[in-house]
């Protein structure tokens, strides 16, 4: 069982992931971190993510490793993600990972979760329950900056939204598996809704399409 979770910056994705996973007693993946991950490499070598010999060659030995640490959350690294994210090479040296966790989840887990901008599209197009969330930019800006508040005090609100919104375009525009909702995911609008609601609205979908299936 594959459970997809899609959609822009600071929708909400990882938070619901997280909980759906634990829940279920499910695999979780955050695919973004595979992404930041790469990007903080191109970038400790002083070199541009959009540099594509040097962004293919890091995606391609990145290791278990590389996947943890406070530095990958920071706007900074989203952004080299973002641009490392638009080389076709990139993702597709990314991919495979990202399959067989989906496919042959570990420790004898029965599914798993994965969230980030094209699992329900390209990563696993096969998956039965698809989620798409969405939000403002504005509120979007306001979670994340709140985030990041919370470990750099000095963090600035206009400079979070501009980002979001530079991230947004670049993700959105790109050729490769751009940002979109897949055409059978379910769309939350989690503007008006916490993670709380949004965690009861996922689980009573999932819960209608697994009696669905008795
Ligand atoms: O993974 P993604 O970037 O989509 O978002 P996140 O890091 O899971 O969530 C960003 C922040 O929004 C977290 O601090 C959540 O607690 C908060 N939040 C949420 O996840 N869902 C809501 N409906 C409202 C707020
Ligand atoms: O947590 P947040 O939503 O801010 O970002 P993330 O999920 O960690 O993803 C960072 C960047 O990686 C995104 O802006 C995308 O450019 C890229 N990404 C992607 O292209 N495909 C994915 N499946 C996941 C992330």
């Given at each position: 069982m594959i459970i997809a979770i899609d959609g822009p910056a600071a929708s909400g994705k990882?938070?619901?992931?997280?909980?759906?996973?634990?829940?279920?007693?499910?695999?979780?993946l955050d695919t973004g971190l595979l992404y930041r991950a790469t990007g903080a490499k191109v970038l400790a070598q002083k070199a541009d993510p959009a540099d594509?010999?040097?962004?293919?060659?890091?995606?391609?030995?990145?290791?278990?490793?590389?996947?943890?640490?406070?530095?990958?959350?920071?706007?900074?690294?989203?952004?080299?993600?973002?641009?490392v994210a638009a080389i076709p090479m990139v993702r597709a040296a990314?991919?495979?990972?990202?399959?067989?966790?989906?496919t042959t989840p570990p420790d004898g887990k029965r599914g798993a979760v994965l969230d980030g901008r094209d699992i329900g599209t390209v990563v696993c197009p096969e998956a039965p329950i698809k989620f798409y969330l969405t939000a403002s930019v504005e509120e979007r800006a306001?979670?994340?900056?709140?985030?990041?508040?919370?470990?750099?005090?000095?963090?600035?609100?206009?400079?979070?939204?501009?980002?979001?919104e530079e991230r947004d375009a670049r993700d959105s525009a790109?050729?490769?598996?751009?940002?979109?909702?897949?055409?059978?995911?379910?769309?939350?609008?989690?503007?008006?809704?916490?993670?709380?609601?949004?965690?009861?609205?996922?689980?009573?979908?999932?819960?209608?399409?697994?009696?669905?299936?008795?």
């Open positions: 990882g938070t619901l992931a997280r909980r759906v996973a634990d829940a279920m007693n499910y695999a979780y594509e010999a040097i962004a293919v060659k890091v995606a391609e030995n990145l290791k278990a490793d590389d996947l943890s640490g406070d530095a990958l959350r920071s706007e900074k690294v989203g952004t080299a993600a973002s641009k990314l991919l495979d990972f990202q399959r067989r966790l989906a306001n979670r994340r900056f709140k985030q990041l508040q919370e470990k750099n005090p000095a963090a600035i609100y206009e400079r979070v939204l501009k980002e979001l790109r050729d490769v598996a751009p940002l979109k909702m897949a055409e059978d995911a379910i769309h939350i609008d989690t503007d008006r809704l916490n993670a709380n609601a949004v965690y009861d609205a996922v689980m009573a979908h999932i819960h209608t399409h697994m009696s669905a299936d008795d």
